[in-house]
């Protein structure tokens, strides 16, 4: 079992940086693929990034290319979500992911078996 709980989130004016912690505790954090999603109103909940237990790889979904970055430390067993040049079509709950099926990053939400609370992000034009 992994517990997730994420924090960091806000309301913020567009243009601005917010960044998005989750803690993990409960399963050997540093073997564990970590992603990022978020679900807007009315919307299906979508894959923002992730990266994996090695830090190696990375990916993110192109509205988010080159403004969010993902990041992780696996001696304090939290990964980050860096988000730069925000938009207001960024705004929505974002979601810490955890996968067990392997260290591997992968896009797919159904790769991910753990899920965060949940972080609202609010950001104003």
């Known amino acids: 079992q992994v517990q997730l709980v994420e924090s960091g989130g806000g309301l913020v004016q567009a243009g601005g940086s917010l960044r998005l912690s989750c803690a993990a505790s409960?399963?050997?954090?540093?073997?564990?693929?970590m992603g990022w999603f978020r679900q807007a109103p009315g919307k299906e909940r979508e894959f923002v990034a992730a990266?994996?237990?090695?830090?190696?790889?990375?990916y993110y979904t192109d509205s988010v290319k080159g403004r969010f970055t993902i990041s992780r430390d696996n001696a304090k067993n939290t990964a980050y979500l860096q988000m730069n040049s925000l938009e207001p079509e960024d705004t929505a709950v974002y979601y810490c992911?955890?996968?067990?099926?392997?260290?591997?990053?992968?896009?797919?939400?159904?790769?991910?078996?753990?899920w965060g609370q949940g972080t609202q992000v609010t950001v104003s034009s």
């Open positions: 992911a955890a996968s067990s099926m392997g260290p591997m990053a992968s896009t797919a939400r159904a790769r991910y078996n753990y």
């Open positions: 409960g399963r050997t954090f540093s073997r564990i693929a």
């Open positions: 990266i994996s237990w090695s830090s190696d790889d990375t």
